[in-house]
């Protein structure tokens, strides 16, 4: 097999060799923490500290925090767990809120985006005063696409203004920009520790004490009760080995925005009708959404497959499938503007060099495709 350049982060993070030890030193840890002999103590024990370390990356000191099986989970429960009449989303959240919202069988509201992806926080107060109450508002607070930030703490005081529950998605933020529950003021968030480059099958559920949160799995009550099942020791203990360093390596982290200008300069000079969408908003540091005009971005993940690299057209969670990005048209893009972007996301491995490569192959796909002038 070809070597690869990884340009697929925020899909799943590449594994830290730092974690890679912990999760192998985990495996040994063979005791049921619900069990009250010294494996199972030792056990809970290691929960115990991935919580506290999860909580530190996440600014959560004062909340609880349970340990879903990931976060498609985390935010089901995070929607279907409290009693919500109404719940409003914005047009650009993930899949698995925007599929949870609509499961639940209540109101459900999208409330629209502009076009650099940021909220319409008008449209947010006009519909908060209409819904039915009690209302939950869900928004992420960094976009899995076009890495667009979104002003949560502000959201989130417009609803607590009309006394509905904020939840936030910050499973794409963590790890890259700094993130703090309690700055934020939301009622709720969500983590998840393969972004954070940890493995999947382990994530979390923040939320404050004074939240009503009911499970939606149920059996032996785990989790004091939120979330039956055995936990998945060893991956929640390399998750919070991830959440440690991550947490330890943000200003590192940073600098990646570097990397994602120059990669986007680049293109920008080289062909004038490229688009880096939500460029005009705050976004995360590694990530750039990035159009190649009539170019399918199926079509493009392919011709960069084959050379090598390792990008997406969007998100990782439609069944393998590229299709045209509803984010993007959210924020306005025409149809053959939607469905000709690719995401290229970088992280905690990649270089100059790799991106410098990515550059040359980008041209060479659009000379190909459009003949030698731009």
């Known amino acids: 097999m070809k070597k690869s350049i990884y340009l697929d982060f925020n899909a799943t993070g590449m594994l830290r060799p730092e974690v890679r030890e912990a999760l192998i030193s985990h495996l040994d840890q063979d005791g049921n923490p619900s069990s009250v002999h010294q494996r199972g103590r030792a056990a809970r024990a290691l929960l115990e500290q991935a919580r506290d370390q999860v909580a530190q990356l996440a600014g959560a000191s004062a909340a609880k925090i349970i340990f879903p099986s990931g976060g498609t989970e985390a935010n089901n429960q995070a929607i279907r767990g409290v009693k919500a009449a109404s719940i409003l989303i914005s047009a650009t959240e993930h899949d698995s809120t925007i599929a949870a919202a609509y499961a639940v069988g209540t109101e459900v509201q999208e409330i629209p985006v502009g076009g650099e992806g940021l909220l319409d926080l008008k449209a947010l107060e006009k519909a908060l005063k209409s819904v039915k ?205 939607a469905g000709c972007a690719i995401r290229v996301s970088m992280g905690w491995q990649t270089t100059k060099a790799d991106v410098t490569a990515f550059i040359a192959a980008w041209k060479r796909l659009y000379q190909r495709t459009h003949g030698k002038e731009s």
């Open 133 to 337: 109450k009690p209302a939950l508002v869900s928004v992420m607070l960094a976009n899995n696409e076009t890495g667009v930030i979104q002003p949560v703490a502000k959201i989130t005081e417009i609803a607590h203004r009309h006394g509905a529950l904020m939840h936030s998605d910050a499973i794409q933020a963590a790890g890259k920009i700094p993130v703090d529950f309690e700055a934020l003021g939301v009622d709720l968030m969500t983590l998840s520790a393969h972004k954070i480059n940890s493995i999947g099958g382990a994530a979390a559920l923040i939320f404050k004490p004074s939240v009503s949160l009911n499970p939606i799995i149920f059996g032996g009550g785990q989790e004091q009760g939120w979330r039956s099942g055995t936990e998945n020791v060893a991956g929640i203990g390399a998750f919070g080995a991830a959440a440690e360093l991550a947490h330890g390596e943000l200003e590192k982290y940073s600098r990646i925005s570097e990397l994602r200008d120059y990669l986007e300069a680049e293109i920008l000079t080289f062909c004038r009708a490229a688009r880096v969408f939500g460029s005009g908003a705050p976004r995360l540091p590694n990530t750039s959404k990035i159009l190649m005009p009539q170019v399918t971005a199926e079509t493009q993940v392919m011709a960069f497959d084959l050379e090598g690299f390792c990008v997406s057209a969007g998100s990782a969670c439609s069944s393998g499938k590229v299709k045209t990005s509803y984010v993007l048209k959210a924020m306005g893009a025409p149809d053959y503007q």
